[in-house]
Each structure stands twice: as C-alpha cells, then as structure tokens.
C-alpha cells in the first residue's frame, strides 16, 4: 500500500507537468490551428536558458531563472508566433506541422552544437527532503511540483473565466470572425495564448529538469506525452488537458511498476489510440461538429 | 522553351537522363558514395510509398519509418533463416501491405491532426517492440551479417553489383507507383484528397480507397525496408524510430507532395546534401531545418512547387514582352506571336 501511494504520488507529480504542457499545447490549437510538434523542445529549452544564463553571465540561480522565464516570453512566445506561425497560417495545417518539426530539430540541434550533447545537472527550486505520509515516503520535490502547478492550473482558469480578458480570450478560440465584430482585438488575444504556452512551457521545465536532468533529448518524451494527455483528456478543454495529464503521470508510473518496465512507454500510446478510435473528442472534450 | 519545360516530353527526358546517370555513376565513384546513392534510392522508394498516402490521397501518416523497419527486419530475419531473397522481398511488401490496411481504419474514423497522432503512437509501438521483443529482433544489438541475394546466378554481393541490384528494383517500384498515381485508383485517392464527400457521392467507395492509401503507400514502404536491409547488412531498432518517419514526411512535403518527382528531389536533401555539405560539418541539421521552414513559409508545396512558379513566372514574363512587341508592331500580322501570346 505504501508503495502504491508512493507511485501514485510522484505519478501525480509527472502528470501534473504533463498536464502543464497539454493546457498549453491545446490552447495553440484551440486560437490558431498550431499543433506545435515542438511543444517538447520547448520544455527542454527554458532549463538551457537558465544554465547559458549562469553559465555566461554568471548570474546566481534565481536571476538565472527570471532570465529564461523572459527569454521563454520573448522566444518561445513572441518570435514563434511572429516568425514561424503567422506568415504560415494561411497555407493550412500541414505545413505549419512540418515547419514545427523542423523547429524541434533546429532547437535540438542547437543546443546539442553549442551547448552540451551530455545531461547537465539541474538544481531544483527548493531543496529534496522526503517526508514520510501514512509509511509512505514522498519526496518534498513531488508535493511542491503539484503545489505549483495546482497553482498555475487554478490561476490560469481564473483568468479564462473569472476576467474579461480570459472571455474574450475564449471567444477568439470559438469563433475568431464573431469576436472580431464583437470588437475583440483577436490578434492581441492570439499572442497573449502563445505568452502563456511560453510562460506554462518555462514552468514545466524549471520543475522537469531537476528530475530528469536537463538534456537535449529530453523534448522527444515530454512533446508525446503532452499531445496524449491532450488527446486523452479532450482536445478542447483546459480541465480535458489537465485530468489528461494526471491519468498519464499515473498510468506510466503504475505501469512501469505493475505490468513491465520495458513497455512502460506503450501504455499511454495504447490508451491513445483507444481513446481516438472510441471517444476521439476525449474523455471530458464535448464532440466537435466534424468538418467536411 | 518554357512550355517545353513542363512538357510530358521534358519529364521523359528528365527520368532517361537520370536514370542514365545513375546507371554510369558507379564507374566514377568509390564503394562509399554507392553505398550513399544506394542509401538515396531506398530513401526515396519509401517516400515515393509516403507520398502515395499523404501527396495523392491526403491522409497523413508519420508511421512510414516503422513500415521501413518492418519490411527491413521480415526481410534480414527471412533472409538469416535462409529464405531465398525473392520471396522475403515479397513478404515484406505483403506484411507492410496487410498492416498497412489495419492503421488505415482510424483514418476512417478520425482526420487530420489525429490521424496523425494514431500513426505516430503506432510507429513508436513498432519500436517498443522492435527493442524489446529479444526473441525474434535480437533487441538492442539488432540484426548483423544479412546476406546479399544471389538472384539467377548474378551474386550482389560487392558494392557495385548490389548498387546496380537497388537502381534495378528502385525503377521497378518506381514505375509501379507511377503506374498506380495513372490508373483509375490513383485519380480515386486525389478524389478522396480533394473532396472526399463529392467523391463518395460520385461512387467512389471512400471507405476502401482510403485502406487501400494506406496498406499501397506502407507496402512501398516495406519494399523499402527489404532493399535497406541487404544494402547496410547491419541496423538495429535505433534505424527505425519516430526520426525516420518524420525525416520521410519532411522529404515529401520539401520535395513537393503529390508530384511525382518530389520523394527523390526531397531524399536527396536528407541524404545526399548532406555529404557534399561537409564544410557544415555538425551543423548540416540546424541549416537543414532553417530552410525547411523558410520554404513552408514562401512555398509550402516544396522544391518543385517553387520549380514551377519560378517557370510560370518566366513565361509570364515572356508573355508580358512579346505582348509589348507585339503592340509595337500593330499591324504587322505575325501568326507565330499571336500563338505565343495565345497562351
């Protein structure tokens, strides 16, 4: 039992990151039409912006960290959306999704070329102690990473649907031709989604990259696990993509466990293709209306 | 001579040409730049296999690596056992194409983005279990020492007889695939690409051509894996994850997707450029991606895409001054520029 609420602890934990980068990955779907297939890279990256920033200002940890979170505003936010998404949207899904490829690679190669192709320790925000819960043991790492991400969770639903900006927001990924007559400014609505993947992106990797260490590589798993939380959970809901998240962190952990570690990574991708086949608007999305 | 340059004629030209060269190359290069050539050709078989799924019939799939892998393991692992090459060859196209049928039944349910996500979990299953399966793919150390056939007497053993092997069966799939994009089922899949409603209430059986897209363009695919397999002799699971498949969907959409030359235009930038870009060293990748993204940017059809506006651009430009010659001879009949501005 111990063990049990062990793996379900730090499977919630994953998740809770999983579920992270899916609310930020569908919200790019939902206000653009962008199935960002370097969503991974961009949790791998903020953890190097944070090491190039010690390493060559030679700053301490924390101005290190406020540097990358800007950093991940600037590049993975604004410079995405401008360079990459806007000139591309008028050609139509496809080409976007190739183009994000060839951005993982890019992000990939360049940190593998002038950074490190080795794992690079990552320090963790607060220091690891394991508190000990009903004989469990629970890493103090694992309540903090589903403090925090609670925390950008509830505050991120607060602005959705507690604020103006969040209705409008929401109006922009319904119908961008109505909240535009309504007198939305949809563009401005469009960037702030892209800020806030950036900002969601930078969370999850300041609190991934302590666990995993920080490597170049790391994007591959994260990218896959946050398109299957998003999918398993509903393509168009934030709660689908965190409920999504958490399933995923726990089913891997368990499975790793209980059924056989070699497979570990099968399992998610089994309940992704049953989840598609039989319920592909996803396990809390509403059905969308198919185009034609 | 711009009408000419997108002439059926100036195709056929092309591809005799092209063939002509690939056929004296081996007398001027080393083993190593056959091997890489050989490596183009596989490359692009299984890209010409993409392209029949993704360019013709629309539906995307990121899982042509693990038909490649598939084909390549039915393949080495026949061949190993001492099945006579022909019939593992054909085992594998037969495999990939049954496989290929099944992973065409989500695309019946479900479109676009996750279709794609379908073939992408599918493909890094078919590594899980290329990687864990000890038994039958030996795991991690993967196969080594496959042997190179020895088809009526004719030993392919050495480079450059099994390099003549890969340019023989490339043609042969080749004009296959061109075949089918010909026939009645390739307009079927450009109807289903187009407009699959219309087609379906034209009496084009959506449902089928759709399976059949995918078990047509996978078994290419397996085609391909049983030519990789002799060609490296050696590959592990590591050959085929998720990177070869997103590698051939990049070669077909920079090559251009849904034209026929696109798949070998698009291999020779993944396998090729970079060999003969040696000054970029380590660094090939990053430029690699920068302009894969520049050109969806400016020409999302691909390099033959931007092949054709730049010839319509010319013969707009050719049109545009012979109309202002011909305004400045008004008067003068000339039968010959009035055809050309005719066009």
Known sequence: MAAFIQLFVSGLATGAIYALVAVGFMLLWQTSQTINFAQGEFVMIPAFFVLWAIKILGVGFWPAVGIAVVASLLILGLLFKRAIVDPMLRHGVLPLVISTIALSIFLKEAVKDFYSSQAQPFQAMIPSEDLNLFGAVISSQSIFILLIASGAVLGLNKLLNGTRLGRAMQATAQNPSVARILGIPVERMIMYTFLINALLVALASLMISPIYLAKFTNGDTLGLAAFIAAIVGGFNQVRGAIVGGLILGVIENMAAAYISAQYRGAIPLILLIAVILWRPQGLMGRAEERTV | ?343
């Open chain 2, 1 to 343: 001579m711009m009408d000419f340059l997108t002439s059926r004629a100036f195709k056929g030209t092309v591809f005799v040409l092209l063939v002509a060269g690939l056929i004296i190359l081996p007398f001027f290069l080393r083993p190593f730049g056959l091997l890489l050539v050989a490596m183009w050709m596989v490359h692009a078989v299984a890209a010409l296999g993409l392209n029949l799924t993704l360019g013709y019939a629309g539906q995307i799939s990121m899982a042509q690596g693990a038909f490649v892998g598939i084909g390549a393991y039915c393949t080495g692992l026949m061949t190993l056992a001492g099945v006579p090459y022909p019939v593992a060859f054909l085992c594998s196209g037969a495999l990939c194409f049954a496989i290929g049928w099944i992973l065409g039944y989500p695309a019946l349910r479900v479109q676009h983005h996750y279709l794609a996500f379908v073939t992408l979990a599918f493909s890094t299953l078919v590594f899980l279990v290329m990687r864990n399966e000890e038994w039958l793919t030996n795991g991690i150390y993967g196969l080594t020492d496959i042997p190179r056939p020895i088809l009526f007497g004719w030993n392919t053993g050495k480079a450059k007889d099994f390099y003549f092997f890969t340019l023989l069966m490339t043609s042969i799939l080749a004009f296959c695939v061109w075949w089918i994009i010909r026939s009645p089922w390739g307009r079927a899949f450009v109807a289903l690409r187009e407009n699959p409603v219309r087609a379906l209430s034209l009496g084009v059986d959506t449902r089928r051509y759709t399976l059949m897209a995918f078990a047509m363009g996978s078994s290419i695919g397996g085609f391909a894996g049983a030519l990789y397999a002799p060609l490296v002799q050696f590959f592990e699971p590591n050959s085929f994850s998720l990177t070869l498949s997103l590698k051939l969907l990049l070669m077909v959409i920079v090559g251009g997707a849904g034209t026929f030359f696109g798949p070998f235009i698009g291999a020779a930038t993944e396998v090729l450029l970079p060999e003969w870009l040696r000054i970029a060293q380590g660094y090939y990748l990053i430029i690699y991606a920068m302009l894969v993204m520049v050109l969806m940017m400016f020409c999302p059809t691909g390099i033959i895409g931007l092949g054709e506006r730049l010839i319509s651009h010319l013969r707009q430009k050719k049109i545009s001054s012979e109309r202002s010659a011909q305004a400045q001879v008004m008067g003068a009949d000339k039968p010959g520029q009035k055809e050309g501005a005719g066009q």
